[in-house]
């Protein structure tokens, strides 16, 4: 049953008048003694604020109720605004204006208040100032609280002197004459772990003294609690009077299990097909991209190194054990370097990244089983590169080394910097290119195919209706070693047993011309132009600029000075550069004179009617007759016959090609 109390002190005539506005309440619960305090004084309950004296209690056998005692709250006017909005919304029941709300809701105007603090050795005070527009506490502000703690207040005037000196820190204000049995008390429960402390502060009764951070620390030793006690956070909640709110007082450190060493690869180690789709959404099936290519002195993985596990204490400071992470090796394999400290792994060579074992390896030598096709895409391999199938339609093979092929290209692209090896030979549809930087290109035939090569090309069996060129020498040197068709070009020699055939397709031998520094020729020969027409431009800016000069020196600015030292720097820098070219273009003339002094045709059987033969710079000869067993040459400019000799047993070196480095 609820009962209501007006709560009377003995305090002098001045706090008379604040005697009716607080009441002591006893009820079965919170809420119902709220109710019966509103009705008493005829406010809302979100309009409020209460203390608990006494908590109530339930159980089978009997029950205790609560005891609080109940004040009109100091900050009526915050919540004003809100009050229309309530009655609009929820019909005046106040859930938009509850405390729970209120929390969440930071006020631009907050009125100052007075913070008091009752210890044994006195009490003191200390002034909030006011946030905005709020109002500064007054002297009945500050009896209001002390009558609410039951405290004796100090004379008005003292407090007057407070409130004037506008004072941010604590200021003794008397002594204390504190109740017995009335202090605010501790409790404090302990995580199951010993890891946690939670700390519930309750308030003081009337008269009773407020706790001090000593005292919540001293609550906590008697638990035996040493570690990880958080004087800070205590001193805050004792400051913001964060009454019957646990919170955390201690804390223990956990233990860090170091973590473990770990390999980062730096390459893939697992080949997954990714499909790219060009601009207009469609997909390359051939662009598979499952080589993983290095070079030399690339970082393939690095190793980071475990870590120590750090130890942890519990509240107890008792030491909790921590485990060190575990090691593990950066496994090194073929083709790589270990840096010194175990912790780098590098690219020795250039090759192919291969990670079986838990080790990576680098392999020079990319190895095909099968075809090239859709089952393996386009090969691009920085090293060599052995096929045990064939080279289907439309496929490309590119590598930095050689390329061996054992079975037959199709119509595809092969290039490598080194040579290439074409076991079954080559039958292109007119679309296959062969391509060499810095090697030879070796087949068994070659049929409607382009194949460029800076060093030979040798064939077992026949050249057919092809666009070669070689550097060097191009043999056909097998039973049926026959050139029929298309344009053979090479810088030293062409050899074959019989070339042409009764059918006379259009077949065109060039020798004595290296095709490669033709077009290193031709490419210093352009670029020798575009610098020489920039020249003439700079030339003729320079003479207008210095005719502008010399007729009227007075007008010629520092700018006009600066622009001409520019002209002339420029003119110096192109004439340089011409001079340079000219220069390559003539080394690489006498090179290719001397070179095509020796080029030769080589047939030892038959050279059929229909055939052009140009050697060197000399006017092509077109053969109408069928000849016999011959060796074309140049002498005096002229084409030139002789029996046939063995280009193998001729004086000199004709089987090397290309351009000396």
């Given amino acids: 049953m609820s009962k209501l109390k007006t709560v009377m002190f003995e305090e002098e005539s001045a706090l008379e008048k604040l005697e009716k506005e607080q009441v002591e309440v006893i009820g079965d619960t919170i809420d119902e003694s709220l109710r019966l305090a509103a009705k008493h004084f005829g406010k809302e309950i979100y309009q409020l604020d209460y203390e608990v004296i006494e908590r109530g209690k339930k159980s089978l056998l009997f029950s205790h109720p609560f005891r609080i005692r109940v004040f009109i709250a100091n900050h009526e006017d915050n919540i004003n605004e809100l009050e229309g909005l309530d009655k609009k919304l929820t019909g005046g029941s106040g859930k938009l204006l509850s405390k729970e709300l209120k929390n969440l809701i930071v006020p631009k105007d907050v009125d100052g208040w007075v913070s008091i603090k009752y210890y044994r050795h006195g009490l003191y005070m200390m002034e ?41 820190e604590y200021m003794r204000m008397g002594e204390a004459k504190l109740k017995p049995f009335a202090e605010a008390g501790v409790k404090v429960e302990i995580s199951d772990d010993n890891m946690k402390a939670f700390v519930t502060i309750l308030p003081p009764k009337q008269g009773g003294r407020d706790l001090e951070v000593a005292d919540v620390i001293y609550e906590l030793k008697k638990e035996d609690i040493v570690y990880g006690i958080k004087e800070d956070v205590i001193r805050e909640a004792l400051e913001k009077e964060k009454y019957n709110e646990p919170f955390v007082a201690a804390s223990g450190d956990p233990a860090i299990h170091g973590k473990n060493a770990q390999i980062v690869f730096h390459v893939r180690t697992e080949k997954k097909v990714v499909l790219k789709e060009d601009a207009s959404g469609k997909v390359d099936y051939k662009d598979l991209d499952l080589i993983e290519n290095v070079v030399v002195g690339q970082l393939l993985a ?10 942890g204490r519990d509240l107890f400071n008792q030491m909790l054990e921590a485990k060190d992470g575990q090691d593990i090796p950066l496994n090194q394999g073929k083709g790589t370097i270990l840096s010194e400290d175990k912790m780098k792994l590098t690219a020795e060579v250039n090759g192919q990244v291969i990670f079986a074992e838990e080790r990576l390896s680098v392999e020079t030598v990319y190895r095909i089983s099968g075809d090239v096709n859709m089952r393996t895409g386009n090969v691009t391999f920085l090293g060599s590169i052995i096929i045990t199938g064939n080279i289907e339609d439309n496929f490309q ?15 595809a692209q092969v290039e490598a910097d080194g040579d290439i090896i074409i076991r079954q030979g080559v039958t292109g549809r007119g679309e296959a290119r062969i391509e060499s930087t810095g090697g030879n290109v070796v087949s068994k035939f070659l049929q409607d195919a382009i194949v460029v090569t800076d060093k030979d090309v040798i064939v077992q069996e026949v050249i057919m209706n092809c666009d070669v060129s070689a550097g060097g ?46 077009k290193q020729v031709e490419d210093y020969t352009a670029k020798r132009k575009e610098a020489h027409e920039k020249l003439e431009l700079l030339n003729k800016s320079h003479k207008t600029l210095k005719a502008r000069q010399e007729a009227d020196p007075s007008s010629f600015t520092e700018e006009n000075l600066a622009y001409l030292g520019k002209l002339e720097v420029g003119v110096k820098k192109l004439e340089k550069r011409i001079a340079e070219y000219d220069k390559e273009i003539q080394t690489v003339n006498s090179y290719m004179e001397q070179v095509g002094d020796q080029g030769k045709v080589y047939f030892e059987k038959k050279m059929y009617g229909g055939v052009s033969v140009r050697i060197k710079n000399a006017e092509p ?15 005096e400019n002229k084409i030139q016959m002789k029996a046939y000799t063995d280009p193998e047993n001729e004086k000199g070196d004709t089987r090397r090609g290309g351009r000396r480095k």
Avoid: H, W
């Fill in 128 to 168: 909030i100032p006011p946030i905005g527009n709020g109002k500064y506490p007054n002297v009945q502000d500050v009896l209001k609280k002390l009558v609410t703690r039951g405290i004796n207040p100090p004379p008005e005037a003292a407090i007057q002197k407070f409130l004037d000196s506008k004072s941010t």
């Fill in 302 to 311: 690095e190793k980071t190194p475990p870590e120590k596990g750090k130890y």
């Fill in 473 to 518: 020498r191009v043999i056909c040197n097998g039973k049926k070693a026959n050139i029929l068709g298309g344009r053979i070009k090479a810088g030293v020699l062409i050899s074959a047993k019989n070339i042409g055939s009764q059918a006379n397709p259009t077949t065109e031998l060039i020798v004595g011309v290296n095709p490669k520094l033709l």
């Fill in 621 to 635: 000869y077109k053969i109408k007759n069928d000849l016999q067993s011959k060796t074309l040459f140049l002498a």
């Fill in 397 to 411: 093979v590119k590598a930095s080394g050689n390329i061996e092929i054992y079975g037959t290209v199709q119509k």
